[in-house]
């Protein structure tokens, strides 16, 4: 699985120290992944969803830590990679 957005994950890891955890795992799993198909995905992390963006290609939405970062929580259930 390709991370579309790392840098800024990481960037806001940086800022946000109480994410960095959780978001440094989501990384780590992701990245060795060799996912097929959304059914896969959902066996790792059960909230995972599909979405078209403007460019019209579909992208995996993730839930990282389950929106306990209230400074921006939006940013942490929108994390997206693409399974191809």
């Known amino acids: 699985m390709r991370i579309i957005t ?8 940086k800022q946000h120290p109480n994410a960095a ?3 440094s795992a989501w990384i ?3 990245t060795a992944a060799k996912w097929q198909s959304i059914v896969d995905v959902r066996k790792i992390f059960r909230n995972a969803d599909l979405a078209s963006v403007r460019s019209s290609k579909t992208v995996t ?4 830590a389950g ?3 209230p400074s921006s929580p939006r940013f942490i ?3 997206a990679a693409s399974l191809s």
């Open 6 to 13: 790392k840098r800024r994950i990481l960037d806001y890891a």
């Open 21 to 23: 955890a959780n978001l």
């Open 28 to 30: 780590t799993v992701t």
């Open 61 to 64: 939405i993730f839930n990282i």
């Open 67 to 69: 929106n306990q970062t």
């Open 77 to 79: 259930t929108t994390l």
